[in-house]
């Protein structure tokens, strides 16, 4: 039987994993191969499931990050300024700004409307790196240099 398992492991490119003490063997593909398809072979561009780093990283990441570059702004500028003009002792002046700052970030984060908002674009800027295979932060890049030479 195992010889059998082997030769399709060989013909499909997965490998065998043991799943009970019996001896039966299962076929797994690997993880590369799962997520093939599209015109660069990196997904399938209108996908729209996540995996569980998607979810539970990637995306609360885009939150605070969008939080804190759209919607608290004057929060991150006057604990900024606040720190700069402390030195070592922000940490006992600057309560108030870092506390009107976590404020701001928790309302945004707790956010559902603003949560599902960064999820699409989110799903935008994967869909279209799954379609065109350059990421956003070359695209950026191109986009500058584009502008600078004309």
């Known amino acids: 039987m195992t010889i059998v398992v082997l030769e399709i492991c060989r013909i499909t490119g997965g490998y065998v994993s043991k799943v009970c003490v019996c001896g039966?063997?299962?076929?797994?593909?690997?993880?590369?191969?799962?997520?093939?398809?599209?015109?660069?072979?990196?997904?399938?561009?209108?996908?729209?499931?996540l995996r569980?780093?998607?979810e539970n990283v990637l995306i609360p990441k885009l939150i605070r990050?969008?939080?804190?570059?759209?919607?608290?702004?004057e929060?991150?500028?006057?604990?900024?300024?606040?720190?700069?003009?402390?030195?070592?002792?922000?940490?006992?002046?600057?309560?108030?700004?870092?506390?009107?700052?976590k404020e701001c970030l928790a309302?945004?984060?707790t956010n559902t409307e603003f949560a599902a908002a960064c999820k699409q674009r989110y799903l935008a800027e994967r869909s279209e790196?799954?379609?065109?295979?350059?990421t956003k932060k070359r695209r950026e890049y191109n986009q500058s240099v584009n502008s600078e030479s004309m």
């Open 52 to 54: 569980k780093v998607e």
């Open 24 to 49: 039966s063997y299962r076929l797994k593909t690997p993880t590369n191969q799962r997520r093939r398809g599209g015109p660069h072979g990196l997904g399938d561009p209108d996908d729209l499931s």
């Open 65 to 73: 990050e969008v939080s804190r570059q759209e919607k608290c702004t």
């Open 107 to 109: 309302k945004w984060f």
């Open 129 to 134: 790196y799954r379609r065109t295979g350059i």
């Open 75 to 101: 929060e991150v500028q006057a604990f900024t300024q606040c720190c700069c003009d402390s030195g070592l002792l922000m940490v006992v002046k600057c309560r108030n700004e870092n506390n009107l700052l």
